[in-house]
């Protein structure tokens, strides 16, 4: 299994962004897949998740900013991220979970400046 994000770039506060998570195989094959962050010196946290029904799963820190959805035909997970904040600043990864099997992609650094 390949996960590949993108979309990471360094933004201004409040601006937007939307990172791209490209699945290696169908989506519904997955129980859910999330995305992840970590700022340097952090550990690895929960940001949001979307199942294989659909259902959304959000921290936080990031309702109501932050929004998760998947287009099946193309494998591809997003978030789509807005009204960002320089504690948004992190390297997101993608990460998928079948069962007892956790995969995760290489990461996509996102910088927010106040």
């Known amino acids: 299994v390949r996960l590949v994000e993108s979309g990471g770039a360094s933004v201004q506060a409040g601006e937007s962004l939307t990172l791209s998570c490209a699945v290696s195989?169908?989506?519904?094959?997955?129980?859910?897949i999330g995305w992840f962050r970590q700022a340097p010196g952090n550990q690895r946290d929960f940001v949001a998740q979307?199942?294989?029904?659909?259902?959304?799963v959000y921290a936080d820190s990031v309702k109501g900013r932050f929004t998760v959805s998947r287009t099946l035909g193309f494998r591809t997970v997003f978030l789509q991220m807005s009204g960002l904040k320089a504690e948004d600043t992190a390297v997101y990864y993608c990460?998928?979970?079948?069962?007892?099997?956790?995969?995760w992609g290489q990461g996509t650094q996102v910088t927010v400046s106040s």
């Open positions: 990460r998928a979970r079948r069962g007892p099997d956790i995969y």
């Open positions: 195989e169908l989506l519904n094959s997955f129980n859910n």
């Open positions: 979307i199942d294989s029904s659909s259902r959304e």
